[in-house]
């Protein structure tokens, strides 16, 4: 089995930073692919970033430019720096891990920008 912790959510006025991070324990690998997804009040879970074992990383369009995503192998941790946070940032984040075929998510990390 693996078990994904994520920690870092909070409360943040426009403009400001939060760093998650998402601890991964169990059966897993330093090639498995790693990623966050959001998920605000009333809508569907949506793409936020992810990140291969070699490094390479993707994002949303909505992302793009404020936040950043990287990975401690070492640490079989990934992390999401969210600079320029905007209100439409508020959601549920999650972390995902692909292992060997098969998806595992964390519990969710509350990240809330108002003023």
């Known amino acids: 089995q693996v078990q994904l912790v994520e920690s870092g959510g909070g409360s943040v006025q426009p403009g400001g930073s939060l760093r998650l991070s998402c601890a991964a324990s169990?059966?897993?690998?330093?090639?498995?692919?790693m990623g966050w997804h959001r998920q605000a009040p009333g809508k569907q879970r949506e793409f936020v970033a992810t990140?291969?074992?070699?490094?390479?990383?993707y994002y949303a369009d909505s992302v793009k430019g404020r936040f950043t995503i990287s990975r401690d192998n070492a640490k079989n941790t990934v992390y999401l720096q969210m600079n320029s946070l905007k209100p439409e940032d508020t959601a549920v984040y999650y972390c995902?891990?692909?292992?060997?075929?098969?998806?595992?998510w964390g519990q969710g990390t509350q990240v809330t920008v108002s003023s």
């Open positions: 995902r891990r692909n292992v060997r075929g098969e998806v595992y």
């Open positions: 169990g059966i897993i690998f330093s090639s498995d692919p």
């Open positions: 990140i291969a074992s070699g490094g390479t990383t």
